[in-house]
């Protein structure tokens, strides 16, 4: 390690901190988890589990246990921060979660450090910066897939990278860190642009797997549910234009060529719809796992609800994006029942 090990705090241990904070602090760094008192007892009891076989940079077969001596899995971020200073924070919660996080930030922003955002979305710097102040926030993205067994025990599912704005002092200090870890990280000039990308990617497919409870092969399988998705993408990237933000492709994700796809000809579309289908595997996508196991909770309005609110600020229409996020809202608080559009992809393209 060339540079002093940094000293990081990572708010939770679920797929994602598990994976970045685990893998810098198997490099050498300092991480600090802090968690709900009963996954801080079960962390302090086991430490973490990291299956990271995968990448073959690794040269390892076998899952990384780093003891929770070598660790810090405190209860409260009071606790935490007396740990302190930090060089960094990594904030990768559900995006339903940043408010209640930032309530508890809040009376101790004083001893935060600069913090990485690597939600979903793109409300969630603005919301931590008027706590932290926009200095003090750094915008992030996760390509990679990390599949969580259980709290504090992850595997590497898919190899892609992480993107960093470089807009921080720390960024490439923190780059550089990131990728002696094997973590893959970019550094990208503009956040807007890495941040509305990631969106791409995680609009297509989600709702509308979620509403009509199909896979994403099913619904690509269909020529009418391809080209409503286009669609949907096609508002999105509207509403970009209109901004004035750009499509970059980010680690290990192509993002240009799906915006080619939203926009492009009729020929494109076997090729996209396959790859689309299959670019999961069997794993279904995050709106449907959240919608069906009955959590009462959805990140679609910071994704498609997000379209909308920033189409209607730009006078863009994005009535497909307005349908999904409605809808699935409804779904979501039980307002419509999950069977009323079970596989029913003529009840829901008929409402555009």
């Known amino acids: 390690m060339s540079n002093p090990p940094l000293k990081i705090l990572s708010f939770g241990a679920g797929a994602i901190g598990t994976y970045i904070g685990g893998s810098l602090a198997l490099d050498g760094h300092e991480v600090i988890f802090v968690e709900r008192p009963n996954i801080a007892e079960t962390l302090n009891a086991h430490g973490l589990r990291l299956d990271l076989s995968l990448d073959s940079r690794r040269n390892t ?9 070598d660790l810090v899995f405190a209860d409260s971020l009071e606790k935490a921060l007396d740990y302190g200073p930090f060089d960094i924070a990594l904030f990768a919660l559900k995006s339903y979660d940043t408010e209640s996080a930032l309530e508890g930030i809040a009376p101790l922003a004083e001893k935060m450090p600069p913090v990485l955002c690597l939600q979903n979305g793109v409300d969630n710097e603005p919301a931590i910066a008027e706590i932290l102040g926009p200095e003090n926030v750094i915008a992030g993205t996760v390509t990679s ?26 960024a490439e200090r923190l780059a550089k860190a990131m990728n002696a870890a094997f973590l893959n990280a970019k550094l990208y000039e503009r956040a807007a642009d890495m941040k509305w990308s990631k969106m791409l990617t995680n609009l297509v497919g989600n709702a509308t797997s979620a509403i009509l409870d199909m896979s994403p092969a099913e619904l690509f399988a269909s020529n009418d549910i ?3 998705e286009m669609k949907m993408l096609h508002e999105t990237l509207d509403v970009m234009d209109a901004q004035s933000i750009g499509v970059v492709n980010l680690p290990g994700t192509p993002v240009k060529a799906l915006a080619l796809a939203a926009k492009g000809p009729v020929w494109l579309r076997p090729l996209a719809a396959k ?18 196991s009955g959590r009462g909770k959805s990140e679609v309005d910071y994704l ?42 003529d009840k829901l393209l008929g409402q555009v």
């Open 226 to 228: 391809y080209a409503f």
């Open 61 to 69: 077969s076998a899952t990384d246990l780093i003891p929770a001596a």
């Open 275 to 292: 790859k689309l289908g299959g670019g999961r595997g069997g794993k279904m996508p995050s709106f449907h796992i959240d919608l069906h």
């Open 145 to 170: 897939a990390i599949g969580r067994r259980d709290a504090g025990d992850i595997v590497l599912e898919k190899l892609r990278g992480i993107g960093i704005a470089n807009e921080h002092p720390i």
């Open 304 to 345: 498609n609800g997000a379209v909308v609110r920033a189409g209607k600020n730009a006078k863009v229409p994005t009535p497909i994006n307005a349908l999904l996020n409605y809808t699935l809202l409804a779904m979501t608080n039980a307002e419509i029942p999950l069977e009323d559009y079970a596989k029913k992809v």
